[in-house]
Nanobody, 124 residues
Framework: QVRLVESGGGLVQAGGSLRLSCIASGRTFSSYAMGWFRQSPGKEREFVATIDWHGESAIHSDSVVGRFQISRNDNKNALYLQMNNLKPEDTAIYYC?????????????????WGQGTQVTVSS
């Protein structure tokens, strides 16, 4: 079992930055690929970014590439999402997840553990 707790969300103006954190406890964090997803009101949860167990390979969705950066620190059991140049359309609840494999995972169904989410609101 892995418990995931997100933090770092908040209210920011368009063009601003936030850094989300996800702290894991339980089973070996470094064995899992990790990812960030987000969900806006009335929409399905969508993929944002994923990173492999090694922390050497990542994928970012087209909507955030060049603005967001996923990273991990296995010594701290931590996953991060640095978000720059935020836009109002980035407003959502952001969730971190642990995948069922060690490799990058872009589909929600590949994830077996989820955090409770952290709200990000970007004002125009």
């Amino acid at each position: 079992q892995v418990r995931l707790v997100e933090s770092g969300g908040g209210l920011v103006q368009a063009g601003g930055s936030l850094r989300l954190s996800c702290i894991a406890s339980g089973r070996t964090f470094s064995s899992y690929a990790m990812g960030w997803f987000r969900q806006s009101p009335g929409k399905e949860r969508e993929f944002v970014a994923t990173i492999d167990w090694h922390g050497e390979s990542a994928i970012h969705s087209d909507s955030v590439v060049g603005r967001f950066q996923i990273s991990r620190n296995d010594n701290k059991n931590a996953l991060y999402l640095q978000m720059n140049n935020l836009k109002p359309e980035d407003t959502a609840i952001y969730y971190c997840g642990a995948a069922s494999s060690a490799y990058r995972a872009t589909s929600e169904r590949d994830y077996i553990y989820w955090g409770q989410g952290t709200q990000v609101t970007v004002s125009s």
